[in-house]
């Protein structure tokens, strides 16, 4: 039998990122780049498989097991996250793993790839247990880097994104962006995840909050064309830039998850699904004539949402939009690149509730020129306008982020573990503003998160909206507390 080319690792630290949350309300969500990388890696010829740690709450050990069984000819450890800014989180978790596995199989090739190690190549390769670190989006380096393996005596030199040790640190240019989603990434290999683990968030399914699975989530499109200073999405790309599968590919996909696995909740993982109004029209008016019966959420902008599609999406099954609302003061947004106004949050927040669709309104304390003033302002501006979700985010200053260089240049305190920059973890540390110390600033947002979803005029709405049960199910969401060590 041959061995196998390729095994693709997703790390899973979920209850250490969320404490208590991670039990039962958040997500596990398929790992999409894992199934993407799968997918590219099995069109070329090699023989894939995938242990997804996350889902099936596997151990670092116990995944070095599994790697030393299936005796890969190449071990590749994903860093990416559910969404841009969760990759950095799950480094910790993925360095504990290549530690694992080089401990139990020492001579195990072993490769990072993801958002995380794209941004911080060079230390990511002298600090973690690995062979080799990809710069870029991975699926042409990790395509290059096994026909390199299979030599007795591997030109590295060859491979392009990677970085590797011969006597010294070397690296080669990134590959080239893939152009074409549709030939190179056409999609997901669902058949090698584990499906009947994931789980949507719990809002996600606010009026039945017990058919939380199956779950999954699918892209429609690579990248954001934004340059917003606290977002890294495009580390892995370097440089802002926004391309599209075609929409039958992608309806095609949604068909193939809901007829073989059921799946009826779906997240769009787009950084940004709402913006070519053309491609997001011609997705949804497909799904409408597949007669798909999906729950979908997907991310808008307040200056991308235009009033007539919305009926269009809500017929396709879209049921939530999330929008980076990001702070009630108009000069914050400014410095973050927001520029909107009050008016237009709330004319926008109405049209979508209006045409039928739920709104999760997401907000940053902590931006470079927040105050306490202006973080009070985002609270109340949240608590006015009464979204039937809201996250609350302390500002980060993510690996591959404008932020990120701010801090290094200014020498602000930064997490002094990869977890650190988890929202919901122990050891979670925000940056601190011009006027606000961290620690505050993290104060703020645990309180500001406690106040919202115990707000009596935000229970009675959900209760309206959704049933008493659900009203019920965030009030015991509220009361369970987080750990914080730098509050």
């Known amino acids: 039998m041959k061995p196998l080319d390729l095994l693709l690792v997703n790390p899973g630290n979920r209850i250490e990122i969320y404490q208590g949350l991670g039990h039962t309300l958040s997500a596990i969500e398929p790992p999409l780049w894992t199934g993407l990388l799968a997918t590219h890696a099995r069109a070329r010829g090699f023989s894939v498989a995938i242990v997804d740690g996350e889902a099936e709450d596997l151990t670092p050990q116990q995944i070095a097991e599994r790697v030393a069984a299936l005796a890969p000819r190449l071990v590749t450890v994903v860093i990416f996250g559910h969404q841009p800014s969760a990759s950095t989180q799950n480094m910790a978790a993925g ?27 060079e230390r990511t ?11 870029g989006e991975g699926p042409r380096t990790i395509e290059a880097l096994l026909h390199a393996l299979e030599a007795t005596s591997p030109d590295l030199s060859r491979v392009p994104g990677l970085w590797y040790r011969d006597g010294e640190v070397r690296s080669t240019p990134r590959a080239g962006l893939i152009s074409d989603l549709d030939a190179e990434l056409p999609g997901v290999a669902w058949d090698l995840l584990p499906m009947d683990r994931y789980r949507a968030h719990n809002w996600h399914c606010f009026g039945h909050v017990e058919r939380r699975s199956p779950y999954a989530s699918i892209y429609t499109s690579l990248g954001c064309p934004y340059r917003c200073t606290f977002c890294c999405i495009n580390a892995p790309f370097g440089q802002p830039l926004y391309r599209v599968r075609s929409p039958d590919l992608v309806v095609n996909e949604l068909a193939h998850l809901a007829e073989k696995y059921g799946v009826r909740n779906v997240k769009i993982v787009d950084e940004m699904f709402v913006l070519k109004l053309s491609h997001v029209t011609a997705i949804c008016e497909k799904i409408i004539q597949r007669g798909l019966d999906l729950n979908i959420w997907a991310y808008a ?6 009033p007539h599609i919305l009926d269009t999406l809500r ?8 929008l980076g609302i990001e702070s ?14 009050k008016h237009d949050i709330a004319a926008v927040v109405k049209t979508i509730r209006d045409a039928g669709i739920y709104v999760i309104g997401n907000y940053i304390f902590g931006l470079p020129d927040d105050t306490l003033e202006t973080m009070q302002e985002t609270l109340d501006l949240a608590q006015e306008l009464n979204c039937e979700m809201a996250n609350f985010y302390s500002a980060m200053a993510y690996p591959g982020s404008p932020l990120y260089r701010m801090a290094v240049e200014e020498g602000w305190a930064l997490p002094d573990s990869w977890d650190g920059f988890s929202q919901h973890s122990v050891n979670t540390l925000p940056l601190p503003t011009r006027f606000v110390s961290a620690a505050e600033v993290l104060r703020f947002r645990d309180r500001a998160f406690t106040t919202y979803f115990s707000n009596p005029q935000y229970l009675d709405m959900v209760a309206a909206t959704f049933g008493a049960d659900t009203a019920r199910h965030i009030r015991e969401m509220a009361e369970r507390p987080l750990v914080r060590k730098h509050a």
């Open 95 to 121: 360095g504990r793993v290549c530690r694992a596995i080089k401990e139990h199989t020492p001579a195990q090739k072993v490769l990072i790839v993801g958002g995380h190690p794209s941004a911080l190549p």
């Open 125 to 135: 390769l002298r600090e973690e247990a690995a062979d080799y670190v990809c710069e």
């Open 301 to 306: 902008r307040i200056d991308t949402v235009k």
């Open 315 to 322: 017929r396709a099954g879209v049921r939530w939009l999330a």
């Open 328 to 341: 009630g003061s108009e000069h914050v947004r400014d410095g973050a690149d927001k520029s909107f106004g």
